[in-house]
């Protein structure tokens, strides 16, 4: 398990493979103790058996260890590919305002009113800078006359 944690991403799958065999094949050695453990003396079948048991429930945990480590590294590989998915889109306003503009186009604005219209929006973010500024100044000066 400690190879499974430090491997890298292509030798990963070669591990987990790795460890699940060996698991296998310990189950079936157990099963195999089981039935020796039966043929022991009376005296000594019932401590057989508790061993028995004991490394079956050793080997399970190491089996749902595996399955967590899968099931994490599933996760983590389907967070990665849907990151590099958000990345490699393009977030554009360009396409938007064609979007807009077809529309517009629908419901019969020319062009020259919507030319018209962004140019009353790029006079209108002027105006509104201005007028912060404006306000800034008008401000101070109050705050001055008035200290």
Do not use: W
Request: glycine share 4%.
């Amino acid at each position: 398990m400690g190879r499974l944690e430090t491997a890298d991403k292509q030798s990963v799958h070669i591990v987990e493979n790795e460890i699940q065999a060996s698991i296998d094949q310990i189950f079936s050695r157990l099963e195999r103790l089981e039935i020796l453990s039966s043929k022991e003396p009376p005296n000594k079948r019932q401590n057989a058996r508790l061993r028995v048991d004991q490394l079956k429930y050793d080997v399970q945990h190491l089996q749902t260890a595996l399955r967590n480590f899968q099931h994490r590294r599933h996760a983590r590989e389907q967070q990665e590919r849907q990151r590099e998915e958000l990345l490699s889109r393009t977030f554009t306003t360009n396409g938007t305002q064609k979007k807009i503009l077809d529309i517009a186009n629908m419901l019969g604005l020319s062009n020259t009113v919507m030319r018209l219209i962004e140019k009353r929006a790029f006079q209108d973010k002027y105006f509104m800078i201005g007028g912060m500024l404006l306000t800034c100044v008008v401000m101070f000066l109050v705050v001055q006359y008035l200290t």
